[in-house]
């Protein structure tokens, strides 16, 4: 919300609730002047689905503009994510560190999409004598930095290197899931023998892996997916003047 004069407040929800108010909303913004709220994807209250706006002039002798009837200017903008996001059926590539975590998310567009998240590395002693590693890859859809002791799906297998998440598990479904990345390995004094104790040491310039996240749709006579697809990108802009002190709704915003 850009203030353009007086000092309006700035409250969001989801459906069902199309009115928000300072009792009832899921995100706000009480700055002095323009208003910002960022509703990231990964965010627990995040759902696709209508979103609603209300917009509310405050007025009073505790702020600047007194009783000053505020006017303003609503901007709604959808991006695409990126930042720790794993792109789907691509290769992608980083290092990990000895006893780290790595974490990003992907997320699954509908309930009728397998899912298949590989983690590839040298794990060959021979190979490899002193850069193999056995690193541990960890998936939830409700934590959002999963740890071998927080987490939905372990890759807990040396030769096997994937994850499937099929449609018809009753705990995959669609929406945001997260995949932490633990640079698991044996310190130097409980690693006797190198070649199969998978050593700390090979860590010392960071291992080189890869993941990637494989979608297969289902056809659609074996499925039929229960809730319009997410994980859709789009943008849109609002602009509407406020001239009373009261809250207006914008009804009709889609994310």
Same mark, same amino acid.
């Given at each position: 919300v850009y203030a353009l004069g007086g000092e309006p407040n700035l409250y969001v929800s989801k459906a069902p609730d199309q009115y928000p108010t300072v009792q009832s909303l899921v995100w706000s913004s009480y700055n002095?002047?323009?208003?910002?709220?960022?509703?990231?994807?990964? #965010?627990?209250?995040?759902?696709?689905?209508?979103?609603?706006?209300g917009v509310h002039a405050y007025c009073g002798t505790d702020v600047s503009t007194l009783f000053t009837p505020a006017s303003y200017q609503v901007a709604v903008q959808l991006v695409t994510p990126s930042?720790?996001?794993?792109?789907?059926?691509?290769?992608?590539?980083?290092?990990?560190?000895?006893?780290?975590?790595?974490?990003y998310k992907f997320c699954i567009p509908d309930d009728c999409t397998n899912v298949n998240?590989?983690?590839?590395?040298?794990?060959?002693?021979?190979?490899?004598?002193?850069?193999?590693?056995?690193?541990?890859?960890?998936?939830?859809?409700?934590?959002?930095?999963?740890?071998?002791?927080?987490?939905?799906?372990k890759l807990a297998e040396v030769s096997r290197r994937n994850i499937l998440l099929n449609h018809q598990n009753p705990n995959v479904r669609a929406g945001h899931y997260?995949?932490?990345?633990?640079?698991?390995c044996t310190p130097a004094?409980?690693?006797? #023998?190198?070649?199969?104790?998978?050593?700390?040491?090979?860590?010392?310039?960071?291992?080189?892996?890869?993941?990637?996240?494989?979608?297969?749709?289902?056809?659609?006579?074996?499925?039929?997916?229960?809730?319009?697809?997410?994980?859709?990108? #789009?943008?849109?802009?609002?602009k509407i003047p406020l001239l009373l002190c009261f809250i207006m709704y914008l009804l009709n915003v889609v994310m």
């Open positions: 002095w002047g323009t208003e910002n709220i960022t509703i990231m994807a990964s #965010d627990p209250n995040f759902s696709p689905g209508m979103f609603y706006i930042n720790g996001y794993l792109p789907l059926n691509q290769v992608f590539s980083s290092q990990l560190q000895a006893n780290k975590y790595l974490y998240v590989k983690l590839q590395n040298c794990i060959n002693a021979t190979t490899c004598p002193t850069t193999y590693a056995w690193p541990e890859m960890l998936i939830s859809n409700s934590v959002t930095k999963p740890t071998l002791q927080d987490r939905t799906w997260y995949v932490g990345v633990y640079g698991w004094q409980f690693c006797n #023998d190198k070649s199969t104790c998978g050593p700390c040491d090979n860590y010392n310039n960071a291992i080189q892996f890869t993941l990637q996240v494989l979608t297969t749709k289902v056809p659609q006579n074996q499925c039929k997916p229960s809730q319009p697809p997410g994980c859709t990108n #789009d943008a849109l802009t609002l």
